[in-house]
């Protein structure tokens, strides 16, 4: 395998794999997106993709596409290994892989602000 390539074995394809991270996931909760994960017992992450609310193909696509190449280039984002859906809400704006890093940094920053509180 290629390190820069992202096989189809790295990625949610069927229903019952995203209802099993639905049921069993973690959630965390951003503005923009939702990201939903559970541990896997495999060697590597998978991602599952979920776009709400947009009704142009095109732009659908774009978006999963930027989700993709983010997770391509971040895999290890969340450990243990873990089956992780991105859940897009309708007013998604971000345009780069760059643009979701930092939207996904912030929310586990401020996930583990709240953990430590005491209040998630």
Same mark, same amino acid.
């Given at each position: 395998? *290629?390190? $820069?390539?992202?096989?189809?074995?790295?990625? $949610?394809? *069927?229903?019952? &794999?995203? *209802?099993?991270?639905?049921?069993?996931?973690?959630?965390?909760?951003?503005?923009?997106?939702?990201?939903? !994960?559970?541990?896997?017992?495999? &060697?590597?992450?998978?991602?599952?993709?979920?776009? !709400?609310?947009?009704?142009?193909?095109?732009?659908?696509?774009?978006?999963?596409?930027?989700?993709?190449?983010?997770?391509? $280039?971040?895999?290890?984002?969340?450990?243990?290994?873990?089956?992780?859906?991105?859940?897009?809400? *309708?007013?998604?704006?971000?345009?780069?892989?760059?643009?979701?890093?930092? !939207?996904?940094?912030?929310?586990?920053?401020?996930?583990?602000?709240?953990?430590?509180?005491?209040?998630?």
């Amino acid at each position: 395998m *290629k390190p $820069l390539t992202l096989p189809k074995s790295s990625l $949610l394809r *069927k229903p019952r &794999e995203y *209802k099993q991270v639905y049921n069993r996931g973690r959630r965390v909760r951003g503005d923009r997106f939702t990201i939903i !994960h559970a541990p896997n017992g495999n &060697e590597g992450s998978r991602l599952g993709t979920s776009v !709400h609310g947009e009704k142009r193909a095109v732009r659908r696509n774009r978006i999963k596409r930027i989700i993709r190449e983010f997770f391509r $280039l971040n895999r290890s984002f969340i450990t243990p290994a873990s089956d992780i859906v991105f859940a897009v809400r *309708k007013d998604f704006t971000a345009d780069s892989p760059a643009e979701i890093k930092q !939207h996904v940094e912030r929310m586990f920053s401020n996930n583990k602000d709240r953990d430590a509180a005491g209040q998630c």
